[in-house]
Nanobody, 115 residues
Framework: VQLQASGGGSVQAGGSLRLSCAASGSIGRIKDMAWYRQAPGKQRELVAMLRNDGSQNYGDFVKGRFTISGDVATNTVYLQMTNLKPEDTALYYC??????????WGQGTQVTVSS
């Protein structure tokens, strides 16, 4: 299984970015797809999760600024990020879990927000 993430970059505070993640390979039935992030010296944390039933949850820090969406037919998940803040600077990872309890990670895409 491969997760190909893209869309990271550098923006100024208040700007927007859209991350994309496409999964391929012998995925099995998807349980959920999610975005995590990890800043230098910090633990990896959940940004947003999209479950098979369409339900979503977000990290407390998101506060309505980010939206996760997905296309089950193409095993793709997106993260639309608006009103970005310098504290959003991190390496963003795509994650997929299937109903066989397998857990897959993408390679990470860098998001840098300058003040």
């Amino acid at each position: 299984v491969q997760l190909q993430a893209s869309g990271g970059g550098s923006v100024q505070a208040g700007g927007s970015l859209r991350l994309s993640c496409a999964a391929s390979g012998s995925i099995g039935r998807i349980k959920d797809m999610a975005w995590y992030r990890q800043a230098p010296g910090k633990q990896r944390e959940l940004v947003a999760m999209l479950r098979n039933d369409g339900s979503q949850n977000y990290g407390d820090f998101v506060k309505g600024r980010f939206t996760i969406s997905g296309d089950v037919a193409t095993n793709t998940v997106y993260l639309q990020m608006t009103n970005l803040k310098p504290e959003d600077t991190a390496l963003y990872y795509c994650n997929l879990r299937n109903y066989y309890l397998a857990n897959f990670w993408g390679q990470g895409t860098q998001v840098t927000v300058s003040s």
